[in-house]
């Protein structure tokens, strides 16, 4: 038997029976359907974690002072000591509280970090209006801010840059606005009010540091880094290593990533047993049309066809049906993904690769689960499939 001839009879026996094939198709469609939202919204969950985490800051570290032990605060005379470690590109020593910010009657809780220009690089902030921060700024102590969009927003600030702000009622010169980066797991990165490091005691009522973040210049030297200064560290609170902690941001990525993966394998894993089931209805659908089709089997057999062309035949009405639910399955899972990411409030990747291997895994299913009834069939002797 041709190929084309064995794919053109499956596809007429397949759509002889529309209604069973639906329902046969209906079972792979739903397992098919089920892995590629649960892959999209598994991919597209990692994915924003990676991305807040990203956002926050590349190569870097950063250090806590926790605020037990005999010293609980670092000044700023003893940062650039500490930050003296070789493979450290930059470095920003910062304060920060909730202030009120007032411009003219409109007011808003607002998050200050009394910080040095670094800060904007480290934590890769990037400028929409003005300038950012400078050194000059610190050494003569001068009352300018460089704020989120979110806090331009509640004010209602139409033109921010050169206006007037106040910060728990003092007064600050808006010198820029950072471009809006969104919200993390911490909060939104936009409601932020920058001012010169030697401002803090001003608006803070307290010049104690107590994070400093520290940008490495690359990040296979990360871990050597973060060595060094916890050493440096522990000498300078006497070995009272409870007092501070330096977190290490591609430890928690590399966590958070593994987490998201073994939830997304589970959560797979358990949308494949749908397509496990689907694949029982199929088999049940064969080895209906196989009963049904007795007499048309020994009328082949009787005429020349071969053991193995019956086996072929039903092998491929098995596949068909297969590829049917997996190709229907993909494209609902597709537009599910998006609908079950809104509803959740969650981002959803589909994959490209996975909803390949499920349409070629469904098909592979179909012919699992078709062999038996196609081996079945293929051992009918024709004389006692006539007398049926």
């Not at 590349?58 to 605020?67: I, K």
């Not at 007037?164 to 003092?170: A, E, M």
């Not at 941001?249 to 397509?275: K, P």
């Amino acid at each position: 038997m041709k190929l084309t001839q064995g794919v053109k009879m499956a596809w007429i026996s397949v759509r002889a029976q529309p209604l069973r094939t639906l329902l046969t198709v209906l079972g792979i469609l739903i397992g098919v359907a089920s892995v590629t939202i649960m892959v999209a919204i598994g991919n597209g969950t990692s994915e924003q974690v990676k991305s807040q985490l990203q956002g926050l800051g590349t190569n870097m570290l950063t250090v806590n002072v926790v605020g037990r032990g005999a010293v609980t605060s670092i000044k700023a005379d003893d940062v650039k000591g500490l930050t003296e470690v070789s493979n450290v590109s930059s470095y920003a020593p910062n304060i920060s509280g909730n202030v009120t910010a007032k411009a003219g009657v409109k007011t808003y809780s607002a998050t200050v970090n009394a910080t040095t220009p670094a800060f904007m690089d480290i934590r890769d902030y990037k400028l929409a209006q003005g300038r950012s921060l400078m050194d000059i700024d610190g050494a003569f102590k001068q009352k300018v801010a460089v704020i989120g969009s979110e806090v331009v927003t509640e004010l209602q600030l139409s033109n921010p840059v050169g206006s007037k702000i106040s910060l728990n009622g003092t007064p600050y010169k808006i010198v820029g606005v950072l471009a809006s980066k969104g919200s993390t797991t911490n909060g939104s990165n936009d409601n932020v009010v920058l001012v010169p490091l030697e401002t803090a005691r001003v608006v803070l009522k307290t010049d104690a540091i107590r994070t400093i973040y520290v940008q490495v210049d690359s990040e296979k030297n990360v871990d050597r880094v973060q060595t060094a200064l916890e050493a440096k560290l522990q000498q300078f609170f006497r070995g009272d290593e409870n007092s501070y902690n330096v977190f290490n941001q591609q430890d928690l990525l590399e966590t958070i990533t593994s987490v998201s993966t073994s939830v997304s394998t589970l959560l797979t894993y358990v949308a494949a047993i749908s397509l496990l089931v689907g694949g029982i209805g199929v088999m049940n659908m064969m080895l209906v049309s196989v009963t049904e089709r007795t007499r048309e089997i020994g009328i082949r057999k009787s005429l020349g066809a071969k053991q193995r062309d019956i086996l072929f035949q039903f092998l491929v009405e098995a596949s068909i049906i297969g590829g049917l639910g997996g190709i229907a399955g993909v494209a609902v899972g597709a537009g599910g993904s998006k609908f079950v990411g809104k509803l959740m409030q969650s981002p959803a990747s589909p994959s490209w690769e996975i909803m390949t291997i499920a349409v070629v895994f469904s098909m592979g299913v179909g012919v699992l689960f078709g062999f038996l009834p196609a081996r079945r069939a293929s051992r009918l002797h024709p004389v006692e499939a006539l007398r049926q």
